[in-house]
C-alpha cells in the first residue's frame, strides 16, 4: 500500500461513507451503531484488497461487500429484530402514533433481508434492475419479481389504514 | 382482506415512492463519523495474523541469516499489511525507552536494511514484493527521527528488475502470497513447538500455515481460525518461545507489570493476561487480548485472540475460553 494509496482511501472514505452507512442501516434494519460496526468491518475488506481495487471501481466493490454484510447480519439479527419491532404478523401498522413513514420503514423491516435489499437498491439508491441484480449475484428476473412482491407486501399490510396511502 | 381495493387504491408505483421517501427520511441524519478511516485502519490491523509482538526478536532472526522466513511471513499482497507504523500512535510508549535516532536505508537491500536497523536497536516490518534482495523504496519513520528503542521502521521494498538473483518461479503472483509452512502439516495443530494445545474453542481449525524463529530463536507459531476467515486472518493465534527467544519475553512480561498488570494463577502457572497494542509490550484498553506465561524453564507460551472473535464470544465467554486455553497447554512429552 502507497502513501497516494492511502490518501485515495481516505478520499474514497470521505467521499462514499456516509452512503454506504445509510444503506446498512436500510438493508439490515440495525441502529446506526451497529451499521458502523457492519460498514467499518466490510470497508476492512476493501482496504485489504483496496491498492488492486481502487481503480475498478471501488464504489461498486465496497457496494457489494456492505450488503452483503448487511443481509447476512440482518438474518443473524432476526430473533432480536422480531422481539424490537414485534407486532403479531397479520395485525396492520395501524398504532396512531406511528407516524406513515415509521410505518413504511416498519413493514421494510419485517421482509426478508434480500427482499429488503433489493428495494433498498432498487428505489432508494435508485439502481436499475440490471445493476441491482449483478450488486446483489442474482438475475434481473429475480430483482423483477422481489421487488413486486416486496412492495405487494408492503402495500397489503399498509391498505389497511385507511385511506392513509390512497 | 380486501386485495382488490389495496391494488387499485395503492398502485405499486406510489408505494415505491412513498417508501422511497420513507427510506430517505429514516437516514438522513444518518453522517459517517470523521474516524471510519482510523477505525477501519485499526480494524485492519488488529485482524492481522500477529507477527509484530516480537518486532525486535524478529531482527534478532535476519542477523542469524533468516530474513527469508520474516519476509515470507510478510511478503502477503501489499494491500494486507498493516498500516505504516506512524498511523498506530506507538510514540508514547508507557514503558520508558532509550531514544534513538532512525538511520537511512533508503536504497539498502531488504536484508541489509533489516540489520542496520537492528544494530540502532530498531525493528523493521517488511511491506511490498521486493523479497530478501529487492531494495527499500521507503522508510517510515525517516531517517534522522528520534523514536523509542525498539520501535518498527516501516520498510517498502521493491523488486530490482536488473537483477535478481535466483528467477525462482513467484509464489505471490496470484492474490495472496502462501503462507509460510515451516512445520510441515500439522494437523489440527494442537501439537508443534514442544506443547500440545489439549483445549481449542469449539469450531476453530487449524489455520494451515507454521513459521520458526518468526519470533526470535527458537520459537514457533500457528493459529487457528473460524471456518469461513479469509486467508491470513485468525481466531486465536498462539506462539511457542524456547532458548533465546524465551529469554527475551520476561523482559516484556516485567513490562507488563510495571504496566501495573498482575499475573493470574491458573493451573499453577503465573499468567499475564492482558490486551497489547500495535507497540511492542505496550498494554492498551482495546488491544488484543494476550496471555502469556512461562511453562517452565526455558520455554514460554503465548496466546493471542483476535479482538474480533473476542467480541463475538463476549468478553466473558472470550475470558473463559482464554483460561481453558492456557489450563490445557502441557510440554510434550
Request: with cysteine.
Amino acid at each position: 500500500m502507497t502513501e497516494e494509496d492511502e490518501a485515495a482511501f481516505d478520499e474514497f472514505l470521505a467521499a462514499r461513507s456516509t452512503a454506504l452507512l445509510r444503506t446498512a442501516i436500510l438493508v439490515c434494519g440495525a441502529s446506526q451503531h451497529d451499521a458502523e460496526d457492519l460498514v467499518q468491518n466490510a470497508l476492512e475488506k476493501v482496504y485489504r484488497h483496496w491498492s488492486r481495487i481502487r481503480h475498478d471501481n471501488p464504489d461498486s466493490y465496497a457496494r457489494r461487500v456492505v450488503v452483503n454484510a448487511a443481509i447476512s447480519v440482518s438474518r443473524r439479527r432476526k430473533v432480536i429484530r422480531e422481539i424490537t419491532f414485534a407486532r403479531p404478523p397479520d395485525t396492520p401498522a395501524d398504532s396512531p402514533d406511528l407516524d406513515l413513514r415509521d410505518a413504511l420503514v416498519a413493514e421494510l423491516r419485517r421482509l426478508p433481508a434480500r427482499m429488503r435489499a433489493v428495494l433498498v437498491l432498487r428505489y432508494w439508491e435508485d439502481l436499475s434492475e440490471a445493476e441491482t441484480a449483478a450488486l446483489m449475484g442474482c438475475s434481473a428476473g429475480t430483482v423483477k419479481s422481489q421487488a413486486a412482491r416486496g412492495l405487494a407486501r408492503i402495500r397489503e399490510r399498509m391498505g389497511t389504514r385507511e385511506g392513509v396511502l390512497g | 382482506m380486501n386485495r382488490g381495493d389495496d391494488r387499485t387504491g395503492l398502485p405499486d408505483g406510489q408505494v415505491a415512492r412513498e417508501l422511497a421517501d420513507a427510506m430517505e427520511a429514516h437516514v438522513r441524519g444518518v453522517h459517517a463519523g470523521p474516524g471510519m478511516a482510523g477505525a477501519v485502519r485499526d480494524r485492519h490491523r488488529t485482524r492481522r495474523i500477529w507477527f509484530r509482538t516480537a518486532g525486535a526478536a524478529l531482527v534478532t532472526v535476519a542477523i542469524a541469516g533468516s530474513v527469508p522466513v520474516y519476509l515470507a511471513v510478510n511478503a502477503g499482497p501489499p494491500s494486507s499489511v498493516a498500516g505504516p507504523a506512524s498511523r498506530t500512535g506507538s510514540d508514547s510508549l508507557a514503558v520508558a525507552v532509550r531514544e534513538v535516532t532512525v538511520p537511512e536505508v533508503v536504497g539498502l537491500s531488504a536484508d541489509k536494511a533489516v540489520a542496520v536497523l537492528e544494530q540502532a536497536g530498531l525493528a523493521a516490518a517488511v511491506e511490498g514484493d521486493g523479497g530478501a534482495a529487492g531494495q527499500v523504496a521507503r522508510q517510515d519513520p525517516a531517517a534522522g527521527e528520534k523514536v523509542g528503542e525498539g520501535r518498527t521502521v516501516t520498510l517498502v521494498v521493491v523488486e530490482i528488475p536488473a537483477e535478481r538473483p535466483t528467477p525462482t518461479p513467484d509464489p505471490s503472483e496470484g492474490e495472496d502470497a502462501p503462507m509460510p509452512q515451516d512445520l510441515g502439516d500439522l494437523g489440527d495443530g494442537r501439537k508443534f513447538g514442544g506443547v500440545e494445545f489439549a483445549h481449542l474453542p469449539e469450531g476453530l481449525k487449524w489455520g494451515e500455515w507454521s513459521v520458526k524463529d518468526g519470533f526470535g530463536t527458537t520459537s514457533y507459531s500457528t493459529s487457528w481460525a473460524e471456518p469461513g476467515l479469509d486467508p491470513g486472518m485468525y481466531s486465536v493465534q498462539a506462539v511457542v518461545y524456547h532458548g533465546d527467544a524465551a529469554a527475551r519475553t520476561t523482559a516484556r512480561m516485567r513490562g507488563y507489570r510495571d504496566q501495573g498488570a498482575e499475573p493470574v494463577t491458573i493451573d499453577g502457572k503465573r499468567v499475564y493476561i492482558v490486551r497489547t497494542g500495535e507497540a511492542v509490550g505496550r498494554i492498551e484498553e482495546s488491544g488484543t487480548p494476550t496471555a502469556i506465561w512461562t511453562e517452565r524453564k526455558g520455554l514460554v507460551v503465548e496466546i493471542m485472540m483476535s479482538p474480533d472473535y473476542f467480541d463475538r464470544l463476549g468478553e466473558r465467554e472470550a475470558q473463559a475460553e482464554m483460561r481453558r486455553i492456557v489450563e490445557g497447554v502441557t510440554p510434550e512429552k
